[in-house]
C-alpha cells in the first residue's frame, strides 16, 4: 500500500515562491499518476495540479496555471509542485493524492490514497 507524505510548506510573502515534496513509499510509484489538492478553511477541497505516471501528461487549475509547475522524479519515488509568484488567495493545505486508475485527473473522487496534508500561508 502507498504512503504519502508531504513537505516544503510554510509562509512566505506575496509574489515569492515555495517547493512542494510528496514523498511515496512503495515500489509502484513509476506506474502511479499523482495530483496535488488544497483546501481552504471552510472551503471544499479543489484541484491544483496532476501529472502522469510518466511525467508526460501535465494537468492545471485555471486559478495557478503559470505560476506553478507539477513534476515527479520516479528514481527518488517522489512528485514535487513548484508554486511561483503566490498570491494570499494560494493560502491552503496541500495535499498528495494517487490517483486511481479510469477517471478524471480533476476530481477528488479519482483518488484514493492522500497525504496528511501541509500548510502554505502567502502573507499579503
Known amino acids: 500500500q502507498v504512503q504519502l507524505v508531504e513537505s516544503g510548506g510554510g509562509l512566505v510573502q506575496a509574489g515569492g515562491s515555495l517547493r512542494l515534496s510528496c514523498a511515496a513509499s512503495?515500489?509502484?510509484?513509476?506506474?502511479?499518476?499523482m495530483g496535488w489538492f488544497r483546501r481552504n478553511s471552510g472551503k471544499e477541497r479543489e484541484f491544483v495540479a496532476a501529472?502522469?505516471?510518466?511525467?508526460?501528461?501535465?494537468y492545471y487549475a485555471d486559478s495557478v496555471k503559470g505560476r506553478f509547475t507539477i513534476s515527479r522524479d520516479n528514481a527518488k519515488n517522489t512528485v514535487y509542485l513548484q508554486m511561483n509568484s503566490l498570491k494570499p488567495e494560494d493560502t491552503a493545505v496541500y495535499y498528495c493524492?494517487?490517483?486511481?486508475?479510469?477517471?478524471?485527473?480533476?476530481?477528488?473522487?479519482?483518488?484514493?490514497?492522500w497525504g496528511q496534508g501541509t500548510q502554505v500561508t502567502v502573507s499579503s
Open positions: 493524492a494517487k490517483k486511481s486508475s479510469g477517471r478524471s485527473f480533476t476530481l477528488v473522487s479519482s483518488y484514493d490514497t
Open positions: 512503495g515500489r509502484t510509484f513509476s506506474s502511479l499518476s
Open positions: 501529472i502522469s505516471w510518466s511525467g508526460g501528461n501535465t
